[in-house]
């Protein structure tokens, strides 16, 4: 596997349904297996679109998707939504958690829409409770000191750390995060991706973090700018 | 299947006290059309088992549901009563088995006072199959004696030996009163369910006495008989008001019938309980249908309340569905998560309604046999109700398609994108 990319993108063309102009236009971007990767970009520069391109909730009307060497294209769209739930990890901005559930069914929902999450869960930590509790404790949420509480209890900070969990759940290959540490303050921005980092690296996922804070950069593998891949907002 | 079941069942928890509100009013409307179902068919149960074994009930000429009414039902009163003659005419047919006559128009304390003859006790059939049975005592023997239902007994707290002034007419406060004859209670009857229960038997003998000094309604003037004198006078009855007759066998009954109606001294009816009993239930039919249409439309709105709250919560829960896609919820999911939620709600609305209806039946069983002699049975729910709770709960799945079909599109739309 380490010789393949985790994501690679060929000419690919979007456009919103209606309109002529591509708001995403990438000939190349290449994402090696286990990197941790910053894009960065601003509101408008079309991350949003990438991201849904990369998790398969929509498909490009030109060029080649490959996420963890599957051609998205070729998918169905149900086929598409198992991969998701099979192979990817998604955290975002905030307010990731469903409000009627508990800490720990907040972190075992990726179990309820794939066997494949809760084997993988389970043949690691030994059952889906230890799961849970292991991946709360090692991103710095001790359960026993917390206990199962209702999320709505939790601080911003404790929410992105369960649902940083959650993504990380069953050891999926690709994890995203979607402006992850923008809601959070600066000094606990640091601590909250070092120890997501640690996690990623512990299952050998790749980590793709879109932000437009450029203070992050330093922590990455490498930084990819939207605006120089993405040609339709510079043309 | 199991997860988005228990993931609808969580997020109903999370919304208490509207869900609280919305399963109250579903089990109100279906408290209502259970109701209206088991009231209907208690009813007809207790009106169809009133009366059994008799072939005709004869009385004179006026609607036959208007006879079947007052003359088994104590609901009504008879337009005219029949001569004495005919009925002896009638009742020595060579077809005719038994006869009871039966004569109406007193009361006490609100309750009818029926005078007939002491075969009454033993023909008399209810239920398929059942006689009347005596609690306590016997069947009158003194001119004087009277036999008191069930429930004349428990609600005004009778027992053998009660002295029982008989009131002139219906109605619980009549004025005039035969004080002068008062009755004495010999017997009890057991409980039967049937508006015997509701009665105070005397003979055809003692309702006369009370009546040798009265005529068209009120007293004679300056005549005034005593209860002893009255035991020497011939105390047979100048007229009835209606008699049930059985045959000897049920093969004549048409004739008899036909022989009675074509009675040439006196206009009379000759109907057959079961054919007049049908009858009602054709009239009824009307009132039957309005009511029922009535709890159905209690139904639907309590769905469409339903439908109001879940259509109203879902804008809220649009970011809540863009989590579920981005850790693999399909469309799909998200659609059975709604119809689930909506099945839940509809689900326990109506467990909720039955059980609470149980509850109003027995809370409320004696107080309606006393006041309306309609006896609720407390049965494990049968067919009919266990259909009615399915079409309820199937109903509440359509309506949960609905918003179902919202949260689809938002789905589909929002993908992962997080709305407000």
């Known amino acids: 596997m380490a010789d393949d990319f985790a994501i690679e993108l060929t000419d690919v063309r979007f456009h919103w349904p209606g309109q002529s102009r591509p708001v995403l236009a990438i000939d190349a971007l290449q994402v090696a297996a286990g990197e941790c990767l910053l894009l960065r970009g601003a509101s408008g520069s079309g991350k949003t679109t990438l991201l849904n391109l990369l998790a398969g909730v929509t498909t490009a009307q030109q060029g080649r998707v490959l996420v963890l060497t599957?051609?998205?294209?070729?998918?169905?769209?149900?086929?598409?939504?198992?991969?998701?739930?099979?192979?990817?990890?998604?955290?975002?901005?905030?307010?990731?958690?469903?409000?009627?559930?508990?800490?720990?069914?907040?972190?075992?929902?990726?179990?309820?829409?794939?066997?494949?999450?809760?084997?993988?869960?389970?043949?690691?930590?030994?059952?889906?409770?230890?799961?849970?509790?292991?991946?709360?404790?090692?991103?710095?949420?001790?359960?026993?000191?917390?206990?199962?509480?209702?999320?709505?209890?939790?601080?911003?900070?404790?929410?992105?750390?369960?649902?940083?969990?959650?993504?990380?759940?069953?050891?999926?290959?690709l994890i995203i995060a979607d402006e992850p540490t923008s809601a959070l303050d600066t000094e606990t921005q640091e601590s909250f991706l070092q120890l997501l980092f640690q996690e990623v690296r512990a299952i050998g996922a790749t980590l793709i973090c879109v932000s437009h804070d450029p203070a992050l950069q330093p922590l990455f593998d490498r930084t990819v700018e939207i605006t120089t891949i993405n040609h339709s907002v510079s043309s | 299947m199991s997860a988005i079941f228990s993931l609808a069942w969580k997020s109903l928890l999370n919304r208490r006290f509207t869900v609280l509100l919305t399963l109250f009013a579903i089990a109100l409307s279906v408290v209502l059309l259970l109701?209206?179902?088991?009231?209907?068919?208690?009813?007809?149960?207790?009106?169809?088992?009133?009366?059994?074994?008799?072939?005709?009930?004869?009385?004179?000429?006026?609607?036959?549901?208007?006879?079947?009414?007052?003359?088994?039902?104590?609901?009504?009163?008879?337009?005219?009563?029949?001569?004495?003659?005919?009925?002896?005419?009638?009742?020595?047919?060579?077809?005719?088995?038994?006869?009871?006559?039966?004569?109406?128009?007193?009361?006490?304390?609100?309750?009818?006072?029926m005078g007939t003859s002491a075969d009454y006790f033993q023909q008399y059939r209810f239920?398929?199959?059942?006689?009347?049975?005596?609690?306590?005592?016997?069947?009158?023997?003194?001119?004087?004696?009277?036999?008191?239902?069930?429930?004349?007994?428990?609600?005004?707290?009778?027992?053998?030996?009660?002295?029982?002034?008989?009131?002139?007419?219906?109605?619980?406060?009549?004025?005039?009163?035969?004080?002068?004859?008062?009755?004495?209670?010999?017997?009890?009857?057991?409980?039967?369910?049937?508006?015997?229960?509701?009665?105070?038997?005397?003979?055809?003998?003692?309702?006369?006495?009370?009546?040798?000094?009265?005529?068209?309604?009120?007293?004679?003037?300056?005549?005034?008989?005593?209860?002893?004198?009255?035991?020497?006078?011939?105390?047979?009855?100048?007229?009835?008001t209606a008699f049930l007759v059985g045959l000897e066998s049920r093969r004549d009954v048409f004739r008899l019938q036909r022989a009675v109606n074509d009675y040439r001294q006196e206009p009379l009816l000759a109907i057959l309980p079961g054919v007049a009993l049908q009858q009602l239930w054709d009239l009824m039919r009307v009132a039957e249908t309005a009511l029922l249409m009535i709890s159905v439309c209690v139904v639907v709105a309590g769905l469409i309340g339903m439908l109001a709250v879940l259509l109203a919560s879902l804008e809220s829960r649009r970011r809540e569905l863009a989590i579920l896609r981005s850790v693999g919820a399909r469309p799909r999911h998200i659609m059975a998560l709604l119809v689930s939620e909506a099945a839940l709600l509809a689900l326990l609305g109506a467990v909720l309604g039955m059980l609470a209806l149980y509850g109003l039946l027995a809370l409320t069983q004696g107080w309606v046999e006393a006041r309306f002699g309609l006896y609720l049975a407390l049965s494990a729910p049968g067919i009919p109700e266990l259909r009615i709770v399915a079409l309820v709960v199937g109903a509440g799945c359509l309506a949960g398609l609905v918003p179902a079909w919202r949260a689809y599109r938002y789905a589909l739309v929002d993908g992962m994108t997080l709305r407000n």
């Open chain 1, 70 to 173: 599957t051609d998205l294209g070729r998918l169905r769209s149900s086929q598409r939504d198992a991969f998701r739930a099979a192979h990817l990890g998604i955290i975002f901005q905030m307010f990731n958690l469903i409000p009627y559930l508990s800490l720990v069914d907040n972190v075992l929902l990726p179990c309820r829409f794939s066997r494949q999450r809760r084997a993988k869960a389970v043949q690691r930590h030994g059952d889906l409770p230890n799961a849970a509790r292991r991946l709360l404790s090692g991103l710095g949420l001790p359960l026993d000191d917390i206990g199962d509480r209702s999320t709505t209890e939790l601080s911003v900070g404790q929410q992105q750390r369960v649902a940083a969990a959650r993504a990380l759940l069953g050891s999926p290959e």
């Open chain 2, 127 to 240: 239920a398929r199959d059942r006689s009347l049975h005596f609690a306590e005592g016997g069947p009158f023997v003194d001119l004087y004696d009277a036999v008191i239902g069930a429930e004349v007994a428990r609600a005004l707290d009778y027992t053998l030996g009660q002295e029982i002034i008989v009131a002139h007419g219906m109605g619980a406060t009549s004025f005039a009163k035969h004080d002068d004859k008062p009755f004495r209670v010999a017997g009890i009857l057991e409980h039967t369910g049937t508006p015997v229960d509701r009665t105070v038997h005397i003979s055809l003998e003692g309702f006369e006495a009370m009546h040798v000094d009265w005529r068209g309604g009120a007293p004679i003037p300056g005549m005034t008989i005593s209860a002893d004198e009255a035991r020497a006078m011939d105390l047979t009855p100048r007229s009835i």
């Open chain 2, 35 to 113: 109701g209206v179902e088991t009231v209907r068919r208690d009813a007809k149960l207790s009106f169809a088992n009133t009366i059994a074994g008799t072939d005709l009930i004869v009385g004179a000429r006026s609607g036959s549901i208007q006879l079947l009414l007052y003359s088994v039902f104590r609901i009504g009163h008879a337009t005219n009563n029949i001569s004495w003659r005919s009925y002896q005419d009638i009742a020595a047919l060579p077809q005719v088995a038994w006869t009871i006559p039966i004569m109406l128009g007193d009361s006490h304390r609100g309750y009818a006072v």
